[in-house]
């Protein structure tokens, strides 16, 4: 084993019934426990999260409805989740943006207080990130293995783009050479504003930031006009403003 231990580490995952924190419930974790001898200890366990599972949320992690129906609740399984961690450092990839702020939600509604700070949680995403540079120049001598002379040119970034693009079509066949059919891997469909304040979930604008994170933009805008009037004001983004308007007026042209 590469891994020197002196206490258990937890590699965990959780499906859920969407991405917000505040409102979205597990339906899924398992945890595979690592030892410092070597030995791992798996639990895994699906959980009815009393409440609908969007079809786009099976789609993804493909648990359904009926699968979740006479599984225990969180509330149920909590004690023996937090037993099996208990003492443990933490690890999971994209964890400490998603999955350890999930888990923290889920067991504060039980009324138990789980404080992962009290441990250390390695997020895998990080180290990748950290050490393999998400930058043009590495992707180019990835991609290309090219050096990019006079990076940040912008001449020499775009064609260095281009070339890159040109080889990823080369290298995953899966992704196909049509513009059409890289968008379907690579797109953002759920793309409202470039800035990101506002995201499609259902189809429906959603706000991606501040205190009404996860609710419907028309319904806010119905509710407190005033946050119109706020954000028009504010130091957002054109674009951001821009499609605000357009949800905006569209909201009190169907209200009228």
């Known amino acids: 084993m590469n891994l020197q231990l002196h206490k258990p580490l937890a590699f965990f995952d959780l499906e859920t019934t969407g991405i917000s924190i505040g409102r979205d419930r597990i339906v899924e974790i398992a945890i595979v426990k690592l030892t410092p001898s070597g030995e791992r200890q798996t639990k895994r366990k699906l959980i009815n999260p009393e409440m609908p599972i969007p079809i786009e949320a099976s789609a993804v992690h493909g648990i359904t409805n009926d699968m979740v129906n006479s599984a225990p609740t969180f509330k149920q399984v909590a004690n023996e989740i937090k037993q099996f961690i208990d003492g443990c450092d933490m690890a999971g ?34 180290i990748f990130h950290i050490m393999e540079p998400r930058t043009l120049s590495a992707a180019y001598k990835f991609y290309c293995n090219k050096t990019l002379d006079n990076a940040h040119s912008a001449e020499a970034d775009t064609v260095a783009t281009l070339e890159v693009l040109e080889a990823q079509v080369e290298r995953y066949p899966e992704i196909g050479n049509t513009i059409d059919s890289i968008w379907k891997i690579a797109g953002e469909p759920d793309l409202v504003d ?25 319904e806010v805008l119905k509710q407190e006009p005033s946050y119109y009037d706020w954000m028009m004001a504010g130091d957002f983004a054109y674009n951001t403003k821009q499609k605000l308007t357009e949800i905006f007026k569209r909201t009190y042209l169907k209200k009228g």
């Open 93 to 126: 990839y994209n964890c400490n943006r998603f999955d350890v702020p999930m888990l923290i939600e889920e067991f504060g509604r039980v009324g138990i207080d789980w404080n992962p700070q009290q441990a250390k949680t390695i997020d895998v995403q990080r």
């Open 194 to 218: 470039y800035a990101r304040r506002f995201i499609l979930v259902n189809g429906v604008e959603v706000f991606n930031f501040g205190k009404h994170k996860g609710r419907s933009v028309a």
